[in-house]
Protein backbone atom coordinates (compact mmCIF):
# COMPACT_ATOMS: atom_id res chain seq x y z
CA UNK A 1 0.00 0.00 0.00
CA UNK A 2 1.46 3.15 -1.09
CA UNK A 3 0.20 6.72 0.14
CA UNK A 4 1.27 10.01 -1.21
CA UNK A 5 1.25 12.95 1.81
CA UNK A 6 0.86 16.60 1.11
CA UNK A 7 1.49 19.43 4.11
CA UNK A 8 1.10 22.80 3.75
CA UNK A 9 -0.41 24.38 6.75
CA UNK A 10 2.01 26.34 8.12
CA UNK A 11 6.03 27.27 6.65
CA UNK A 12 6.89 24.08 5.21
CA UNK A 13 6.02 22.78 1.91
CA UNK A 14 6.58 19.24 2.47
CA UNK A 15 5.68 15.73 0.18
CA UNK A 16 5.93 12.53 1.05
CA UNK A 17 5.36 8.60 -0.32
CA UNK A 18 4.83 6.08 2.59
CA UNK A 19 4.37 2.33 2.18
CA UNK A 20 2.32 -0.28 4.85
CA UNK A 21 5.37 -2.39 5.97
CA UNK A 22 6.30 -4.20 9.13
CA UNK A 23 9.72 -2.34 9.67
CA UNK A 24 9.62 1.28 10.32
CA UNK A 25 13.04 1.95 8.54
CA UNK A 26 11.35 1.39 5.17
CA UNK A 27 8.05 3.19 5.28
CA UNK A 28 9.17 6.47 4.63
CA UNK A 29 9.82 5.73 0.58
CA UNK A 30 10.61 9.19 -0.90
CA UNK A 31 10.32 12.95 1.19
CA UNK A 32 10.37 16.01 0.21
CA UNK A 33 10.07 19.71 2.18
CA UNK A 34 10.71 23.20 1.57
CA UNK A 35 11.49 25.25 4.43
CA UNK A 36 9.80 29.14 3.82
CA UNK A 37 12.70 30.14 6.56
CA UNK A 38 14.62 32.47 4.70
CA UNK A 39 11.05 34.11 2.97
CA UNK A 40 9.56 34.56 6.85
CA UNK A 41 12.89 35.63 8.71
CA UNK A 42 12.98 39.49 8.17
CA UNK A 43 9.66 39.62 9.22
CA UNK A 44 10.49 38.27 12.60
CA UNK A 45 7.60 35.22 12.15
CA UNK A 46 5.42 33.53 9.24
CA UNK A 47 3.87 35.74 6.73
CA UNK A 48 0.45 34.26 5.68
CA UNK A 49 0.35 35.45 2.32
CA UNK A 50 4.14 34.86 1.97
CA UNK A 51 3.11 31.35 2.86
CA UNK A 52 0.52 30.68 0.54
CA UNK A 53 2.47 31.64 -2.34
CA UNK A 54 5.25 29.87 -1.34
CA UNK A 55 3.41 26.75 -1.22
CA UNK A 56 2.17 27.32 -4.93
CA UNK A 57 5.57 28.15 -6.38
CA UNK A 58 6.88 24.69 -4.97
CA UNK A 59 4.28 22.40 -4.35
CA UNK A 60 4.06 20.81 -8.16
CA UNK A 61 7.59 20.35 -7.75
CA UNK A 62 7.88 18.62 -4.78
CA UNK A 63 5.65 16.00 -5.82
CA UNK A 64 7.13 14.91 -8.98
CA UNK A 65 10.20 14.82 -6.78
CA UNK A 66 8.72 12.63 -4.39
CA UNK A 67 7.01 10.11 -6.95
CA UNK A 68 10.45 10.27 -8.85
CA UNK A 69 12.11 9.41 -6.08
CA UNK A 70 9.98 6.39 -4.86
CA UNK A 71 10.61 5.53 -8.49
CA UNK A 72 6.69 5.25 -9.13
CA UNK A 73 3.52 7.53 -10.68
CA UNK A 74 0.61 8.67 -9.46
CA UNK A 75 -1.02 5.29 -10.76
CA UNK A 76 0.75 2.84 -8.66
CA UNK A 77 -0.44 5.11 -5.71
CA UNK A 78 -3.34 3.50 -3.40
CA UNK A 79 -4.75 7.00 -1.94
CA UNK A 80 -3.91 10.93 -2.05
CA UNK A 81 -3.90 12.41 1.63
CA UNK A 82 -3.54 16.38 2.73
CA UNK A 83 -3.45 18.42 5.53
CA UNK A 84 -7.35 20.02 5.10
CA UNK A 85 -6.46 22.13 8.35
CA UNK A 86 -6.05 23.62 10.95
CA UNK A 87 -3.51 25.88 9.96
CA UNK A 88 -3.01 29.44 7.83
CA UNK A 89 -6.35 28.74 5.10
CA UNK A 90 -4.61 29.96 1.72
CA UNK A 91 -1.80 27.45 2.56
CA UNK A 92 -4.34 24.52 3.80
CA UNK A 93 -6.16 24.94 0.33
CA UNK A 94 -3.38 25.04 -1.73
CA UNK A 95 -2.71 21.84 -0.57
CA UNK A 96 -6.00 20.39 -0.46
CA UNK A 97 -6.42 21.68 -3.60
CA UNK A 98 -3.48 19.82 -5.27
CA UNK A 99 -4.25 16.80 -3.36
CA UNK A 100 -8.20 16.82 -4.54
CA UNK A 101 -6.85 17.44 -8.34
CA UNK A 102 -4.81 14.67 -8.38
CA UNK A 103 -7.29 11.95 -6.63
CA UNK A 104 -9.63 13.18 -9.35
CA UNK A 105 -7.14 12.66 -12.12
CA UNK A 106 -6.04 9.57 -11.38
CA UNK A 107 -9.52 8.46 -10.23
CA UNK A 108 -7.86 7.75 -6.30
CA UNK A 109 -9.13 7.83 -2.83
CA UNK A 110 -8.70 11.13 -0.98
CA UNK A 111 -8.08 11.53 2.94
CA UNK A 112 -8.70 15.08 4.17
CA UNK A 113 -5.74 15.00 7.29
CA UNK A 114 -6.37 16.78 10.46
CA UNK A 115 -2.64 18.11 10.77
CA UNK A 116 -2.81 17.72 14.79
CA UNK A 117 -3.73 14.14 13.44
CA UNK A 118 -0.60 13.88 11.96
CA UNK A 119 1.25 15.04 14.53
CA UNK A 120 -0.21 12.40 16.90
CA UNK A 121 0.44 9.46 14.69
CA UNK A 122 3.75 10.00 13.38
CA UNK A 123 5.38 8.15 16.48
CA UNK A 124 3.40 5.18 15.15
CA UNK A 125 5.84 5.97 11.61
CA UNK A 126 8.90 5.80 13.49
CA UNK A 127 8.09 3.59 16.25
CA UNK A 128 5.14 1.42 15.89
CA UNK A 129 3.82 2.93 19.92
CA UNK A 130 0.72 1.15 20.52
CA UNK A 131 -2.40 2.97 21.87
CA UNK A 132 -3.18 4.03 23.81
CA UNK A 133 -0.66 6.33 24.82
CA UNK A 134 -0.21 9.93 26.28
CA UNK A 135 0.89 12.62 23.85
CA UNK A 136 1.99 16.08 24.35
CA UNK A 137 2.06 18.19 21.46
CA UNK A 138 4.29 21.15 21.81
CA UNK A 139 4.97 23.21 18.55
CA UNK A 140 4.50 26.76 17.25
CA UNK A 141 1.48 26.73 16.74
CA UNK A 142 -0.38 24.29 19.33
CA UNK A 143 0.30 23.11 22.85
CA UNK A 144 -2.11 20.72 24.61
CA UNK A 145 -2.06 16.79 26.15
CA UNK A 146 -3.78 14.66 24.05
CA UNK A 147 -4.46 10.82 25.13
CA UNK A 148 -4.20 9.03 21.72
CA UNK A 149 -6.80 6.37 22.15
CA UNK A 150 -6.78 4.92 18.04
CA UNK A 151 -7.21 6.20 14.84
CA UNK A 152 -9.60 9.34 15.03
CA UNK A 153 -9.99 8.49 18.34
CA UNK A 154 -8.57 11.62 20.75
CA UNK A 155 -9.10 12.94 24.17
CA UNK A 156 -7.69 16.22 24.28
CA UNK A 157 -6.92 16.62 28.17
CA UNK A 158 -5.42 20.64 28.26
CA UNK A 159 -4.16 23.06 25.74
CA UNK A 160 -2.97 26.20 25.67
CA UNK A 161 -5.59 29.43 26.73
CA UNK A 162 -3.29 31.73 24.92
CA UNK A 163 0.13 31.57 23.11
CA UNK A 164 2.07 27.84 22.48
CA UNK A 165 5.32 26.82 23.67
CA UNK A 166 7.12 27.90 20.56
CA UNK A 167 5.09 30.90 20.08
CA UNK A 168 6.31 32.04 23.65
CA UNK A 169 10.15 30.73 22.20
CA UNK A 170 9.98 33.16 19.66
CA UNK A 171 8.42 35.81 20.44
CA UNK A 172 10.91 36.08 23.75
CA UNK A 173 13.89 35.56 21.08
CA UNK A 174 12.22 38.24 19.07
CA UNK A 175 12.84 40.30 22.13
CA UNK A 176 16.33 39.51 22.46
CA UNK A 177 17.05 40.41 19.04
CA UNK A 178 17.81 36.66 18.08
CA UNK A 179 16.71 34.91 15.06
CA UNK A 180 13.47 33.32 13.50
CA UNK A 181 12.59 30.52 14.75
CA UNK A 182 13.66 31.42 18.00
CA UNK A 183 13.58 28.22 19.78
CA UNK A 184 17.07 26.51 18.65
CA UNK A 185 18.93 30.59 18.99
CA UNK A 186 16.74 30.71 22.79
CA UNK A 187 18.54 26.83 23.21
CA UNK A 188 22.04 27.78 22.11
CA UNK A 189 22.04 31.18 24.55
CA UNK A 190 21.09 29.25 27.42
CA UNK A 191 24.17 27.29 27.92
CA UNK A 192 25.93 30.29 28.79
CA UNK A 193 23.26 32.18 31.02
CA UNK A 194 22.13 31.68 35.00
CA UNK A 195 19.01 30.00 34.66
CA UNK A 196 18.34 31.32 38.21
CA UNK A 197 18.77 35.17 37.97
CA UNK A 198 15.97 36.13 36.84
CA UNK A 199 12.65 34.90 38.89
CA UNK A 200 10.04 34.49 36.11
CA UNK A 201 6.46 33.99 36.80
CA UNK A 202 4.97 30.50 35.93
CA UNK A 203 2.19 30.46 34.52
CA UNK A 204 -0.87 28.02 36.01
CA UNK A 205 1.82 26.35 38.15
CA UNK A 206 -0.01 23.59 40.13
CA UNK A 207 -3.47 24.21 39.29
CA UNK A 208 -5.72 22.22 38.53
CA UNK A 209 -6.08 20.01 35.18
CA UNK A 210 -2.93 20.50 32.49
CA UNK A 211 -3.71 23.53 30.05
CA UNK A 212 -0.83 26.20 29.73
CA UNK A 213 -1.14 29.85 29.68
CA UNK A 214 2.37 31.81 28.11
CA UNK A 215 1.49 35.07 27.06
CA UNK A 216 2.14 36.60 30.63
CA UNK A 217 5.91 35.34 30.44
CA UNK A 218 6.15 37.15 27.16
CA UNK A 219 6.22 40.30 29.14
CA UNK A 220 7.76 38.88 32.30
CA UNK A 221 10.88 38.91 29.80
CA UNK A 222 10.00 42.30 28.68
CA UNK A 223 10.19 43.94 31.63
CA UNK A 224 12.99 41.68 33.37
CA UNK A 225 15.30 43.17 29.87
CA UNK A 226 14.18 46.59 30.79
CA UNK A 227 15.58 46.09 34.31
CA UNK A 228 18.77 45.41 32.48
CA UNK A 229 19.08 49.17 31.65
CA UNK A 230 19.28 50.81 27.86
CA UNK A 231 22.25 48.40 26.34
CA UNK A 232 21.38 44.94 28.16
CA UNK A 233 24.92 43.08 27.95
CA UNK A 234 25.18 39.49 26.39
CA UNK A 235 25.24 38.19 30.14
CA UNK A 236 22.06 39.81 30.78
CA UNK A 237 20.63 38.16 27.52
CA UNK A 238 22.31 34.71 28.24
CA UNK A 239 20.95 34.85 31.50
CA UNK A 240 17.81 35.89 30.36
CA UNK A 241 17.54 33.11 27.86
CA UNK A 242 18.49 30.86 30.26
CA UNK A 243 16.17 31.61 33.22
CA UNK A 244 13.42 31.84 30.25
CA UNK A 245 13.98 28.16 29.51
CA UNK A 246 14.11 26.57 32.56
CA UNK A 247 10.67 28.84 33.48
CA UNK A 248 8.95 27.02 30.20
CA UNK A 249 10.17 23.75 31.29
CA UNK A 250 9.11 23.74 34.96
CA UNK A 251 5.79 24.37 33.66
CA UNK A 252 6.00 21.90 31.03
CA UNK A 253 7.07 19.48 33.67
CA UNK A 254 4.24 20.20 36.12
CA UNK A 255 1.38 20.36 33.54
CA UNK A 256 2.66 16.71 32.33
CA UNK A 257 2.28 15.93 35.92
CA UNK A 258 -1.20 16.15 36.00
CA UNK A 259 -1.67 15.50 32.42
CA UNK A 260 -0.29 11.80 33.64
CA UNK A 261 -2.97 11.64 36.51
CA UNK A 262 -5.43 12.20 34.09
CA UNK A 263 -4.14 9.97 31.56
CA UNK A 264 -4.31 7.59 34.85
CA UNK A 265 -8.03 8.08 35.27
CA UNK A 266 -8.89 5.97 32.16
CA UNK A 267 -5.87 3.69 30.83
CA UNK A 268 -3.09 3.02 34.29
CA UNK A 269 -0.51 5.65 33.06
CA UNK A 270 2.33 2.71 34.47
CA UNK A 271 4.04 0.53 31.67
CA UNK A 272 2.12 2.92 29.01
CA UNK A 273 3.85 5.28 26.55
CA UNK A 274 4.29 9.16 27.13
CA UNK A 275 5.16 10.70 23.77
CA UNK A 276 6.10 14.20 22.95
CA UNK A 277 6.00 15.75 19.59
CA UNK A 278 6.83 19.01 17.75
CA UNK A 279 9.44 21.64 16.92
CA UNK A 280 9.63 21.97 20.53
CA UNK A 281 9.93 18.41 21.31
CA UNK A 282 13.62 19.28 19.57
CA UNK A 283 15.14 20.66 23.10
CA UNK A 284 17.51 18.98 24.96
CA UNK A 285 16.36 20.11 28.40
CA UNK A 286 12.89 19.55 27.32
CA UNK A 287 13.74 15.93 26.27
CA UNK A 288 15.76 15.19 29.05
CA UNK A 289 13.07 16.45 31.89
CA UNK A 290 10.45 14.10 29.93
CA UNK A 291 12.51 11.23 30.17
CA UNK A 292 13.01 11.48 33.67
CA UNK A 293 9.12 11.99 34.64
CA UNK A 294 8.38 9.25 32.28
CA UNK A 295 10.48 6.84 34.45
CA UNK A 296 9.28 8.41 37.58
CA UNK A 297 5.90 7.45 36.63
CA UNK A 298 6.81 3.88 35.24
CA UNK A 299 5.89 4.90 31.38
CA UNK A 300 7.92 4.45 28.60
CA UNK A 301 9.06 7.66 26.71
CA UNK A 302 8.96 8.41 22.59
CA UNK A 303 9.99 10.86 20.71
CA UNK A 304 9.99 10.50 16.58
CA UNK A 305 13.43 11.46 14.93
CA UNK A 306 13.52 15.38 14.34
CA UNK A 307 12.47 15.43 10.65
CA UNK A 308 9.11 13.70 12.21
CA UNK A 309 8.97 15.62 15.09
CA UNK A 310 8.44 19.26 12.92
CA UNK A 311 5.94 19.42 9.92
CA UNK A 312 6.82 16.65 7.15
CA UNK A 313 4.36 15.14 4.80
CA UNK A 314 5.60 11.73 6.11
CA UNK A 315 3.20 12.44 8.81
CA UNK A 316 0.36 13.36 7.05
CA UNK A 317 1.23 10.67 4.25
CA UNK A 318 1.17 8.08 7.62
CA UNK A 319 -2.35 9.36 9.19
CA UNK A 320 -3.48 9.15 5.77
CA UNK A 321 -2.28 5.15 5.14
CA UNK A 322 -3.78 4.95 8.94
CA UNK A 323 -7.03 6.23 7.74
CA UNK A 324 -6.92 4.44 4.48
CA UNK A 325 -6.74 1.12 5.82
CA UNK A 326 -9.83 1.71 8.25
CA UNK A 327 -11.42 2.31 5.09
CA UNK A 328 -11.87 6.25 6.49
CA UNK A 329 -12.23 8.02 3.00
CA UNK A 330 -13.43 11.54 2.12
CA UNK A 331 -15.20 13.23 -0.75
CA UNK A 332 -13.73 15.90 -3.05
CA UNK A 333 -16.28 17.85 -1.16
CA UNK A 334 -13.76 17.95 2.03
CA UNK A 335 -13.31 21.70 3.29
CA UNK A 336 -10.35 23.57 3.93
CA UNK A 337 -10.53 24.51 7.59
CA UNK A 338 -8.39 27.30 9.78
CA UNK A 339 -9.80 25.71 13.23
CA UNK A 340 -10.52 22.53 13.65
CA UNK A 341 -10.03 20.62 16.93
CA UNK A 342 -8.87 17.13 17.03
CA UNK A 343 -11.16 15.96 19.70
CA UNK A 344 -15.18 16.92 18.80
CA UNK A 345 -15.73 17.10 22.98
CA UNK A 346 -13.29 19.71 23.56
CA UNK A 347 -14.49 21.90 19.99
CA UNK A 348 -18.23 22.40 22.33
CA UNK A 349 -16.28 24.18 24.67
CA UNK A 350 -13.44 26.03 23.06
CA UNK A 351 -11.53 28.36 25.86
CA UNK A 352 -11.27 31.98 24.38
CA UNK A 353 -8.20 32.66 22.02
CA UNK A 354 -7.26 28.91 21.82
CA UNK A 355 -5.19 27.56 19.19
CA UNK A 356 -7.28 24.65 17.05
O1 LIG B 1 6.42 21.81 14.70
P1 LIG B 1 7.04 23.05 14.15
O2 LIG B 1 8.17 22.91 13.17
O3 LIG B 1 6.00 23.94 13.43
C1 LIG B 1 4.70 24.19 13.90
O4 LIG B 1 3.79 23.36 13.63
O5 LIG B 1 4.58 25.21 14.62
O6 LIG B 1 7.53 23.90 15.42
C2 LIG B 1 8.22 25.11 15.27
C3 LIG B 1 8.42 25.70 16.67
C4 LIG B 1 8.97 27.11 16.63
O7 LIG B 1 8.19 27.93 17.48
C5 LIG B 1 10.39 26.97 17.17
O8 LIG B 1 10.86 28.10 17.86
C6 LIG B 1 10.25 25.76 18.10
O9 LIG B 1 9.35 24.90 17.42
N1 LIG B 1 11.53 25.09 18.32
C7 LIG B 1 12.14 24.99 19.53
C8 LIG B 1 13.38 24.34 19.30
N2 LIG B 1 13.47 24.05 17.96
C9 LIG B 1 12.32 24.51 17.39
N3 LIG B 1 11.77 25.42 20.74
C10 LIG B 1 12.62 25.19 21.77
N4 LIG B 1 13.82 24.59 21.63
C11 LIG B 1 14.24 24.16 20.42
N5 LIG B 1 15.44 23.57 20.30
ZN1 LIG C 1 2.66 21.15 13.16
Known amino acids: MLVLGIETSCDETACAVVQDTGDPARRIVSHSLFSQLREHAPYGGVVPEIASRA ?83 VSGGHCQFLSVEGVGQYRRLGTTIDD ?10 KLLGLGYPGGPAIERLARQGDATRFELPRPLWRKPGCDFSFSGLKTAVRLALESCGPQPSEQD ?59 EYGMSFTAPPLKLCTDNGAMIAWA ?37
Open 55 to 137: HIEHLDGLVAESLHAAGIGLADLDAIAATAGPGLIGGVMVGLMTAKTLAWAANKPLIAVNHLEGHALSVRLSDDVPFPYLLLL
Open 164 to 173: AAGEAFDKTA
Open 237 to 295: KADLAASFQATVMAVILDRARHAIAMFDESHAARGKHFVVAGGVAANAKLREGLVALAE
Open 320 to 356: GLERFRLNMIDTLEAPARARWPLDAQAAAKPFAGAKA
